[in-house]
């Protein structure tokens, strides 16, 4: 049962709310949640919670999954609950506040067809870069750019055959260029090492992560054309730091390099 006022708390999940907790709360008959605060009372309205935004109705119940007009304004929330900010969404750029803001929308270069699907591979994709470094990229006058009309930016050969390469950072004119949005993940990846620093010759956070190579190429390919750069590394650590489904293996399998891309990309 849920209660919208008194001096009940909620706990972390599904918990008893008389257990005296405040914080999150699920209903498990409906699945649906909801915030109490500290007071006891249940949230309404925005909440600012671990760097997140999330919105709750006014009969508490948390807004999830789609858009939602509040005050005349459209927002975008995920399934978590968490408003989409300081990322893309398909095509569109939303600010810090999950405002569209059209300046900084991705840029077509083509004219091929953008589906539905393209569009749901970059919100993807997005999804689990940190939105820190989206807004670091924008805000230093960073562009993305959509080859719509092309498959792939290089295909050198390697090892492993045609490597069909479908991202590129261009770090003079400062844009990430890319044929498809399911290797933005890898690409901002890339671009969070250059403005770290990473690439600079000597960096000692990149000597210590190139020692875990070997062990990083039984997680993700590695061709030989790109064995010694640094920037395409970077990106598959990320990726595979990002990704809820290797980030188990790959803090096993190097435990020093996942230590430090935890101190600096999370």
């Not at 508490?60 to 509040?70: D, H, P, S």
């Amino acid at each position: 049962m849920i209660y919208p006022t008194g001096t009940v708390f909620a706990d972390d999940e599904g918990k008893d709310p008389d257990s005296g907790y405040y914080g999150w709360y699920t209903d498990m008959s409906t699945g649906k949640r909801y915030f109490y605060d500290r007071d006891g009372q249940l949230h309404y309205g925005w909440l600012r919670h671990q760097g997140n935004w999330y919105y709750f109705t006014t009969l508490g119940n948390l807004v999830e999954g789609g858009y939602r007009n509040i005050d005349n304004t459209n927002y975008f929330f995920y399934n978590t609950g968490e408003l989409a900010a300081g990322t893309y969404l398909g095509l569109h750029y939303l600010d810090e506040n999950g405002l569209h803001d059209e300046e900084h929308d991705v840029r077509l270069i083509g004219h091929g067809e953008v589906t539905i699907y393209d569009r749901d591979m970059i919100s993807d994709s997005l999804y689990y870069v940190p939105s820190r470094w989206v807004q670091k990229f924008v805000k230093d006058g960073w562009e993305l750019m959509f080859y719509t009309s092309r498959t792939y930016l290089e295909a050198p050969d390697t090892d492993l055959g045609v490597y069909y390469m479908k991202y590129k950072l261009d770090t003079t004119y400062k844009k990430l260029k890319f044929t498809d949005g399911e290797e933005l993940v890898r690409g901002f990846g890339e671009y969070i090492g250059y403005a770290l620093g990473l690439y600079d010759e000597n960096n000692v956070q990149m000597n210590t992560m190139w020692q875990d190579a070997v062990l990083i190429g039984d997680l993700a390919e590695i061709p030989d054309y790109y064995d010694s750069d640094p920037g395409f590394y970077f990106g598959i650590l990320c990726e595979l730091f990002w990704d809820p489904e290797t980030t188990g293996d790959l803090e096993e399998a190097a435990p020093e390099t996942y230590a430090i891309l935890k101190e600096l990309i999370q």
